[in-house]
């Protein structure tokens, strides 16, 4: 792979010898190079790296690779790769797939800002025949449209313990205008799903497994739990809601809930306890500082929501939090809570601007 600039300057290799090269993009200011390429055996690495050859940062590797789905967004702060979002600066990753529904996407092409995709997935019933459809998904959508509108989801307690048999429960509002197809849940670990192979993953609005009252539109499962191999620390818990229209087309939305984590043990310490948080309002990528106590050590261990959005803990102490205001924040008042082992701490005020 070389590289050169525009006009006729600065030949150089960026990476190689490479024995095959899938598929290469560039970003549009012309600094981050997406490669996808197998460098030795059969194992695909699909990675970044800067035009200048430095950087290299491989993001996955498989023995598949997905060429023609790959994909770089136009500043090139994130790949795609077949169905899962990377931040190219090794942050973390965003799976798009959800479990146990029809529409999850497959080799999705994305707009220049990773916020809209588009991709074929074979239609219900229709297997054997291999007959496939086109559908959009979009992250944060304006709008619903057909598809179904999940609310005010609960997890009691917010957190399960990997022994297979501590339950939990969760419960969500769903109204749809078209047939409902399912309510279902997955546990999200890192951006990736974790697929809970020996749970009944369907909410239920029929006044078993914990629903109280049968056709109330509120869904429920009493059979929240994580297998006995899962290990400890946090979780997003995923809802996916499928309905049916009258034209036989189906719409889908997920809803990803946080604070929830999966713990050794009952909590029986302090909860997290926030004192002060400066500044108390901010845009988007603004840096709070966190004062208090209770929270964990390990950055990744603490679950901060800012106005709604799960955001970035950059650093962590037991008494102070640095996070950064999440990229898709909502502007307006709201408020800012802070978790660790599987309990919340008191809620203070926050305005995104």
Known sequence: MFGVNLDGSGLHMIIGPVPYVHRIAMSSNGDKV???????????????????????????????GNAAGVQLTADGSQLLAFDTLYNTDGS???????????????????????????YPFVYPGTYSQGLTQLASAEINPASLGAAPVIVDPVLTPEY?????????MVTARMTASGSVLGLHFALVRDGLLEQPEDADSTLVDDGTNGDAVAGD????????????????????????????????????????VAPFFVVAQTPTGPAPQIDTV????????????????????VPANNQVIVAARLAQVLSATSTQL???????????????????GGQTSNAVAFTAN
């Open 322 to 340: 640095i996070v950064a205001v999440p990229s898709d924040v909502v502007a307006g008042a709201g408020s800012l809570t802070v978790s660790a």
């Open 92 to 118: 973390g990753a965003q799976q798009l797939s959800t479990t146990f529904n029809d529409l999850t996407p497959g080799s999705p092409v994305m707009n220049s800002t990773a916020t809209r995709f588009v």
């Open 34 to 64: 997406l490669y996808d390429a197998t460098f030795s055996g059969f194992d695909v690495e699909t990675g970044v790296i800067n035009f200048d050859g430095a950087g290299r940062l491989p993001l996955r590797t498989d023995g598949i």
């Open 160 to 168: 399960v313990i990997p022994d297979g048999s501590f339950t939990g």
């Open 217 to 256: 539109g509120i869904f429920t499962s009493n059979n929240l739990h994580a297998p006995s191999d899962y290990p400890v620390g946090p979780r997003v818990l995923r809802l996916f809601g499928e309905v049916q229209d009258a034209a036989g087309l189906h719409h889908g939305t997920v809803v990803d």
């Open 278 to 297: 400066s500044p108390n309002s901010g845009a988007a990528g603004t840096r709070l500082t966190i004062a208090g106590s209770s929270f964990d050590g």
